[in-house]
């Protein structure tokens, strides 16, 4: 079926419908597609209603064939709403009636107007502008109504929960699990920070771990302990996920100014071990900190 105006294309017959709709309070006459249901039904009606005569439009002067008519009289909006409504919702044993009131034929365009602009291909609102017929963008919100499902939906495509969490390394030695030698306090999970682990339990809440000061707890990976901690044949690894304060996701995303200021406010606050790491290392000897390893999505960085 070709397509209205000065466009080639066509539509197969069964892929949708063209409905013409006159001029309406809204704006001018326009053309648009609408489900194949809505076009057999308007089919069967015709049909089965005998002929009407042209009759003449208040709004613009002419004579028109109009689809509600019967009797060479137009079905007034009125009985349309109070009497073959209901009729239909008694006939399909749905409500009449939801918390928002009665179910009308202006309650049905608003419906199908939410959940186009809700669709998983939603239409966009100038998109939906025209297929309501609107003059104005200003009347389409007013149909548009997103659903918290789509707000869900958009809230978490922007990342917000992403950008502040990254990913971390961490192994599992099992055999210390196991033995009960955890129980203890031998280390049993080790924090993969690149340059070396860190054995401490609560690595998640300790404040260096984007800096880290080497202390008790850190285990360098050129030492012969690390490399015996790597050969276990029954090491388990896994990425656990760490939330990141505002600060610590700076000196991951912008570089070494925000880390460089991160260092400088850690100076003085006591590692897990106890000692600060102005105490570890003299300011006289200070050598930039190493930073872990943090994977971000379709990222890794490390610092």
Known sequence: MPIPGDSADVLARDAVCLLDVPTHKTGTAFTKPVDPLLGKAIEAWQAVRPAQPAMLDAKTGEKTDFLFAFRAHRVAKQYINEVIIPMLCRKASVPAADVRGNITSHRARSTIASQLYNAKEPMTLFELQEWLGHRTPEATTAYAKITPNTLARAYQDA???????????????????????????????????????????????????????????????????????????NLQRMLTAIPLTDDERAAVDDGHAALDALLHRLVDVPTPAGPTPRQIRPPANAIPLPIINIRSPGNIQDR
């Not at 993969?192 to 998640?204: A, I, P, Q």
């Not at 771990?209 to 015996?228: G, H, N, V, W």
């Open 159 to 233: 990342g917000y929960f992403a950008r502040n969490v990254r990913t971390i390394e961490v192994l599992i030695d099992r055999e210390a699990v196991t033995t009960g030698a955890a129980a203890t306090g031998q280390p049993w999970q080790h924090y993969d920070l690149g340059h070396g682990y860190c054995s401490y339990n609560f690595f998640e809440q300790c404040p260096h771990r984007m800096a880290c000061a080497r202390c008790d707890f850190y285990i360098p990976k050129e030492s012969t302990k690390a490399q015996l901690l790597e050969a276990k044949d």
